[in-house]
């Protein structure tokens, strides 16, 4: 019998329309969306359903998006494939997707789940627009070329670093802006296959998020965080994590440290998950878990967006 896991995306993964269907199909889905409306203060689903575009990438709305429309999905899986959701024997969460993650472990109920995700999207926001600064994904070389990337493209006093390790070969960085603007060339000499600038607020992932840091951890500090009912793998170390003050302390760090993607899919592997599911938009998820393990089965939720 298969070990199944499921994971949640994070941002990038987010477009105008998704939830629509779900919520036309599913009455489990509209309330999620309804609820979430009353905790935002704004109507969440018209700007899933209509965008326009620019709006629902901003930080401030797509974290949000994201976390509701991700539940969404659980709740058709739910409805669909009940055995599936009941197999389920541990998760994880692509940055802003572990909060997904742990909504679905019953660590975090939803509402306060939602209110530190927008708390975490406006502080996040908030860090980035104090300082030019950028995201980078450099394809087609390892940790430790890209590492020399960082180090030979940073300035006197600037910030560049690994910030997403998500499978062989994929790996963004993450920064001042203009050191961020010095790695496609280097990177080219160095053999990368290409480098792809991110449509992201700012330098997530590293130091200059710590202004983020604070308001999240008092948010953290306010909100009932009990243990997992499954295991959650972390970003920041790749460990599973059942002290809630551990979980806190983890959630604190991960606005400011590496996601380690890839770490986490063979710390699932090696602890005996064969059979994933990707439950939220896009296909991001299922494409890195065929870079890491490319015979592992994960098959999407919401393979119509």
Same mark, same amino acid.
């Given at each position: 019998?298969?070990?199944?896991?499921?994971?949640?995306?994070?941002?990038?993964?987010?477009?105008?329309?998704?939830?629509?269907?779900?919520? &036309? !199909?599913?009455?489990?889905?509209?309330?999620?969306?309804?609820? #979430? *409306?009353?905790? $935002? =203060?704004?109507?969440? @689903?018209? %700007?899933?359903?209509?965008?326009?575009?620019?709006?629902?990438?901003?930080?401030?709305?797509?974290?949000?998006?994201?976390?509701?429309?991700?539940?969404?999905?659980?709740?058709?899986?739910?409805? &669909? !494939?009940?055995?599936?959701?009941?197999?389920?024997?541990?998760? #994880? *969460?692509?940055? $802003? =997707?572990?909060?997904? @993650?742990? %909504?679905?472990?019953?660590?975090?109920?939803?509402?306060?789940?939602?209110?530190?995700?927008?708390?975490?999207?406006?502080?996040?926001?908030?860090?980035?627009?104090?300082?030019?600064?950028?995201?980078?994904?450099?394809?087609?070389?390892?940790?430790?070329?890209?590492? #020399?990337?960082?180090?030979?493209?940073?300035?006197?006093?600037? %910030?560049?670093?690994?910030?997403?390790?998500?499978?062989?070969?994929?790996?963004?960085?993450?920064?001042?802006?203009?050191?961020?603007?010095?790695?496609?060339?280097?990177?080219?000499?160095?053999?990368?296959?290409?480098?792809?600038?991110?449509?992201?607020?700012?330098?997530?992932?590293?130091?200059?998020?710590?202004?983020?840091?604070?308001?999240?951890?008092?948010?953290?500090?306010?909100?009932?965080?009990?243990?997992?009912?499954?295991?959650?793998?972390?970003?920041?170390?790749?460990?599973?994590?059942?002290?809630?003050?551990?979980?806190?302390?983890?959630?604190?760090?991960?606005?400011?440290?590496?996601?380690?993607?890839?770490?986490?899919?063979?710390?699932?592997?090696?602890?005996?998950?064969?059979?994933?599911?990707?439950?939220?938009?896009?296909?991001?998820?299922?494409?890195?878990?065929?870079?890491?393990?490319?015979?592992?089965?994960?098959?999407?939720?919401?393979?119509?967006?």
């Amino acid at each position: 019998m298969s070990k199944i896991a499921f994971l949640f995306p994070g941002q990038g993964a987010q477009e105008v329309g998704m939830g629509k269907e779900l919520c &036309e !199909r599913l009455p489990a889905a509209r309330d999620l969306f309804e609820r #979430a *409306g009353k905790v $935002l =203060g704004y109507d969440l @689903a018209d %700007v899933c359903f209509q965008g326009p575009k620019e709006k629902l990438d901003s930080t401030v709305y797509s974290q949000p998006a994201l976390f509701v429309t991700s539940l969404a999905a659980l709740e058709l899986l739910k409805q &669909e !494939r009940p055995e599936v959701v009941k197999a389920c024997a541990g998760a #994880a *969460g692509l940055s $802003l =997707g572990e909060y997904t @993650a742990m %909504v679905c472990a019953g660590a975090i109920d939803f509402e306060s789940g939602l209110r530190l995700v927008q708390q975490r999207g406006e502080a996040m926001q908030a860090a980035a627009d104090a300082e030019p600064s950028g995201m980078v994904s450099v394809l087609g070389l390892d940790r430790e070329q890209v590492q #020399a990337l960082c180090d030979q493209a940073r300035g006197a006093g600037e %910030v560049l670093q690994l910030a997403n390790l998500l499978c062989p070969g994929n790996i963004a960085v993450s920064g001042h802006r203009a050191a961020c603007e010095r790695i496609p060339a280097l990177a080219e000499q160095a053999g990368a296959m290409k480098t792809v600038p991110l449509a992201v607020a700012g330098a997530f992932h590293t130091p200059l998020m710590a202004s983020a840091v604070e308001r999240l951890k008092a948010a953290l500090a306010a909100t009932e965080i009990k243990s997992p009912l499954i295991p959650v793998y972390s970003n920041v170390d790749a460990g599973t994590h059942l002290d809630p003050n551990e979980i806190r302390g983890l959630l604190e760090r991960q606005v400011c440290s590496p996601v380690l993607w890839q770490d986490s899919m063979e710390r699932m592997l090696a602890d005996g998950f064969d059979e994933f599911y990707e439950v939220g938009p896009g296909r991001v998820l299922r494409g890195l878990m065929k870079r890491i393990a490319r015979k592992t089965a994960c098959h999407g939720v919401l393979d119509a967006g």
